[in-house]
C-alpha cells in the first residue's frame, strides 16, 4: 500500500488501526487530543507490536515497520494534510465527532477520503459536519482491529459509489474483508451483536440458564459454525422448514418475539426450503452438496482441534 493515511484519534482503537495500516505499507500519522498524549500512543503501538512479535502474532519486522511508517502529528490538521484516507476514531459522542470533522476538512485534501470507525451513530448525521460529504462514509472495524478480519463499511445516502469503492480497496489491502450495510442505526455488526446479548440476558434474568452455561452453549454450538457461516447459510444447511417449524414451537409461549420472518414464509412458499432443495437464501448446486458438507465437517474438526491446542480461555 503506497498511501498516505491519518488516524484521529489515537486510542485502542485508532492505535490498532494505524498498526494495520502501517504493517500494510502505508505512510501513517497519528493525532490526539495534543501531541504528548499522541507520541505516547505511539509509543504503545511499538511496544504492543514487541510483544504481539513475541508472541508470533506480528511478522518478524513488524516493529520496525510500525517505527519507520507510523508518525506523531503535532495536530489533527498536520496530520490530514496531504493524504489519501482519513479514519476518526475519536469517542462516540455526537459533538466530539462534529467538532473533530470540522477541524479535519479544514486541512485535509479536498478529495481526501473520510470515514468514521463509529459504531452507532449515524453516517448521515456525522456527515452535517464534512464539506463535500459525499466523500464521507463509515468504515467501522472491530475489536481488536489488528485481529478482527471484517470491516463495515456504511455509506450515507450522498456518499459516491466511487468513494464506496476506493474505501474497500484500502481496507482489501490491509488484508481485511468488507460487507456494505445500509446507515441505520446499530447498522448490521451491533443490531446482531445486542440482539444476541440482549436474548442472552433475558435468559439469565428468568433463571433459565447460568452466564456460565449460556456463555458455553453459544460457544460450542452454533458459535462454533459462525467462522465458516453466517447465519442464513446455516439456516439453508439445517433446512427451512426445519426453522418454520421451530419458529412455530417458540410461538407458543413467545409469540411476538418469535414471529415467524416473511421473508422465511415466502420461501418455504415458494418452495426454496435451503440446501436440499438447491436453494433457498443461499444458491447451492445439487452436484455441490457433497463438497459443501466435507467442507463443513472438515472445518469443524479442524476448529475443534484448534480449540483443544489453544485451551480454555483464562476468565476464571
Not at 485535509?108 to 459536519?129: F, Q, R, V
Not at 456460565?212 to 444447511?237: K, N, Q, S
Not at 417449524?245 to 418475539?257: A, I, M, N
Amino acid at each position: 500500500m503506497t498511501r498516505k493515511v491519518a488516524i484521529v484519534g489515537s486510542g485502542y482503537m485508532g492505535g490498532g488501526i494505524a498498526q494495520v495500516m502501517a504493517l500494510a505499507g502505508a505512510e501513517v500519522r497519528i493525532s490526539d487530543v495534543s501531541f504528548e498524549v499522541t507520541e505516547k500512543n505511539r509509543q504503545r503501538l511499538i511496544e504492543e507490536a514487541r510483544q504481539y512479535v513475541a508472541d508470533e502474532l506480528f511478522p518478524a519486522d513488524a516493529v520496525e515497520r510500525i517505527e519507520r511508517n507510523v508518525t506523531a502529528a503535532e495536530s489533527i490538521e498536520a496530520a490530514v494534510e496531504g493524504t489519501d484516507f482519513i479514519e476518526e476514531a475519536v469517542p462516540e459522542k455526537l459533538d466530539i465527532k462534529h467538532e473533530t470533522l470540522r477541524r479535519i476538512c479544514s486541512a485535509a485534501p479536498t478529495d481526501a477520503i473520510i470515514g468514521s470507525n463509529t459504531s452507532t451513530i449515524s453516517i448521515a448525521s456525522l456527515a452535517e459536519a464534512v464539506t463535500e460529504p459525499g466523500r464521507f462514509l463509515g468504515v467501522h472495524f472491530s475489536n481488536p482491529s489488528p485481529f478482527v478480519p471484517g470491516v463495515e463499511i456504511i455509506p450515507h445516502a450522498g456518499t459516491r459509489s466511487d468513494v464506496v469503492d476506493a474505501a474497500c480497496a484500502i481496507v482489501h489491502e490491509t488484508g481485511k474483508e468488507t460487507a456494505t450495510v445500509s446507515d441505520v442505526t446499530g447498522f448490521v455488526l451491533n443490531r446482531l451483536q445486542y440482539a444476541l446479548f440482549h436474548e442472552a440476558t433475558q435468559l439469565l434474568e428468568e433463571g433459565v440458564a447460568s452466564a456460565e452455561d449460556i456463555d458455553t452453549l453459544v460457544r460450542t454450538t452454533f458459535g462454533f459454525r459462525l467462522p465458516f457461516f453466517g447465519p442464513f447459510a446455516i439456516a439453508d444447511m439445517a433446512g427451512l422448514d426445519v426453522y418454520n417449524f421451530c419458529y412455530q414451537s417458540l410461538q407458543k409461549d413467545f409469540p411476538e418475539r418469535f414471529a415467524t420472518p416473511q421473508v422465511l414464509s415466502d420461501l418455504i412458499d415458494q418452495g426454496k426450503l435451503g440446501t436440499k432443495s438447491g436453494g433457498g437464501f443461499t444458491d447451492v448446486p445439487a452436484e455441490r452438496i457433497p463438497e459443501l458438507i466435507a467442507y463443513r465437517n472438515r472445518a469443524y474438526v479442524k476448529l475443534q482441534k484448534l480449540l483443544e491446542e489453544l485451551g480454555p480461555p483464562p476468565l476464571s
